[in-house]
Nanobody, 124 residues
Framework: VQLQASGGGLVQAGGSLRLSCTASGRSLGYNLMGWFRRTPGKEREFVATIRWNGGITAYADAVKDRFTISRDKSEMTTYLQMNRLKPEDTAVYYC??????????????????WGQGTQVTVSS
């Protein structure tokens, strides 16, 4: 499977953006879809994940109550709705597919397929 991310851009603090990630093929082949982000000089950071079957979600504390992950299985697409954006949300956002244990979902090394990244810039 290949992943294609889109939807990044420049937004003022307090604004919203929606990222999309579309998987090629007819079936995902993995249990989870997720979003990570990276800022210069930092490791890739877990943002959110969703179980492909069942739709259970989990979020990093930094984005909880502001970001919402969802998926449309018929479109093979995962979304990240980002509201009340802050300057510290500025990063390159990556979507990913994999089957890590639920308790290890934040470990980026356990994810198998990555999208190309999309830049999100939040101005103050």
């Amino acid at each position: 499977v290949q992943l294609q991310a889109s939807g990044g851009g420049l937004v003022q603090a307090g604004g919203s953006l929606r990222l999309s990630c579309t998987a090629s093929g007819r079936s995902l082949g993995y249990n989870l879809m997720g979003w990570f982000r990276r800022t210069p000089g930092k490791e890739r950071e877990f943002v959110a994940t969703i179980r492909w079957n069942g739709g259970i979600t989990a979020y990093a504390d930094a984005v909880k109550d502001r970001f919402t992950i969802s998926r449309d299985k018929s479109e093979m697409t995962t979304y990240l709705q980002m509201n009340r954006l802050k300057p510290e949300d500025t990063a390159v956002y990556y979507c990913a597919a994999g089957s890590p244990a639920w308790g290890s979902r934040e470990n980026s090394g356990l994810w198998r397929v990555w999208g190309q990244g999309t830049q999100v810039t939040v101005s103050s």
